[in-house]
């Protein structure tokens, strides 16, 4: 019965669409604009920098505590808190069941859980951004890197499969992305 609790309290966490509302808060539905995504990276290019750091601020924050609630039930608990807030991200109660790509929200989630390999994972992310200018690739080879991390650092073996799920969530998040990369009609980040 706890694990439902700690189940539903993160997910209603990971539901809240931090990149929607500022943009809402500013008279634009952020689901028309740039990539129509809710993330950071497109409340950046509508919005500009400050509100972009905003929104990557609230979605890293919303996975960090919804796992440091679920850990205070024990290890289990923090995992089903990391993954619950990541559904909830992704396919959030508050917007009809639309949401994210996870990567922010992930990052938030694997800073608690697996600090060592999520700060393995961002520096990839950091390389291949800075290599590439794609906001996208360099989230989904981070993402393809954190259960290597996870598994290189010797975390349980429940975090490496849920690391695992969760790159294979956040890749597949990032299908119609894949696409634009594959035909070179992506946008660089500038």
Not at 24 to 44: E, L, M, P
Not at 53 to 80: F, M, N, P, Q, T
Not at 143 to 163: K, R, T
Request: glycine share 12%.
């Amino acid at each position: 019965m706890k694990l439902i609790g700690v189940a539903l309290i993160a997910y209603l966490l990971g539901s809240f669409p931090t990149g929607y509302l500022l943009a809402r808060a500013r008279g634009i539905d952020i689901f028309q604009h740039g990539s129509g995504n809710i993330g950071a990276t497109n409340v950046w290019r509508t919005l500009g920098p400050a509100f972009g750091l905003v929104a990557l601020a609230g979605d890293v924050g919303k996975g960090a505590v919804a796992v440091y609630l679920g850990s205070r039930a024990g290890e289990w608990s923090a995992v089903v808190a990391g993954a619950s807030a990541l559904v909830g991200h992704s396919w959030s109660i508050f917007l009809r069941f639309r949401g994210g790509k996870t990567i922010a929200t992930a990052l938030g989630v694997f800073l608690m859980l697996t600090p060592w390999a999520a700060f393995g994972a961002l520096g990839v992310w950091a390389l291949v951004f800075a290599l590439s200018r794609y906001v996208s690739l360099a989230s989904i080879i981070a993402a393809g890197s954190l259960p290597i991390f996870i598994a290189a650092f010797d975390y349980a073996w429940p975090c490496i499969l849920f690391g695992t799920l969760a790159a294979v969530i956040a890749i597949y998040r990032h299908r119609s992305n894949i696409r634009r990369l594959l035909d070179g009609s992506e946008h660089r980040f500038r």
